[in-house]
């Protein structure tokens, strides 16, 4: 049976949740908080299999909460649940450490099935989320190319050599393979031939 915490500040809330859980003949509450300071403090006695987790909780949030969490106890998995599909939001907790996401009015049986697929390593989110998640990754992308960079980048998808860059942005060409190895880097790619195709595949100039 799979052990389950949760932390979630309405009291309605979790007192359904637990009962689902201790109900579901699979998994077993084994820790019920309204806040994550509490939760930090117990937590780690009932070593739960997975935590439940609100992302929007007074004091400590939850995607503050998840790195404090995983201090405790780094085997766990964290599940995010939220009122509102914020992709910014979703995109922070998955950076710090939870690896599911489920919209706090998911069934009773979309639940339970996404418990079960994290603790066999799977990441549980509604294709609403997926696709937002999705969407974060590539901007995130964008965003961590500066202006001149994304010059450089959208100048080598026109078929342009380094010196018609150079030329072109009153650069030297040293300045301009100076940029292109930042490109390459930040894009996770090896030639001009991968930036370019990323670069169009995913839409960053």
Known sequence: MLKVALIEDDKLIRTELEQMLNGSGTCQCVGSFMNCETALKEIGKSEPDVILLDIELPGISGIEGIKKIKDILPECDIIMLTVH??????????????????????????????????????????????????????ESE???????????????????????????????????????KNIYSKLHVHSKSEAVAKAIKEKLV
């Open 142 to 180: 964008s965003t961590l190319l500066t202006d001149r960079e994304k010059d450089v980048l959208e100048s080598l998808c026109n078929g342009n050599s380094y010196k018609e860059i150079a030329y072109k942005l009153k650069i030297t060409v040293g300045t301009v393979r100076h940029h292109i």
């Open 85 to 138: 599909e914020e992709s910014e939001s979703i995109f922070n907790a998955l950076k710090k450490g939870a690896v599911g996401y489920l919209d706090k009015s998911a069934s009773e049986e979309k639940i339970l099935h996404a418990i079960a697929d994290v603790y066999d390593g799977g990441s549980p989110m509604t294709p609403r989320i997926a696709r937002k998640v999705l969407g974060s990754f590539k």
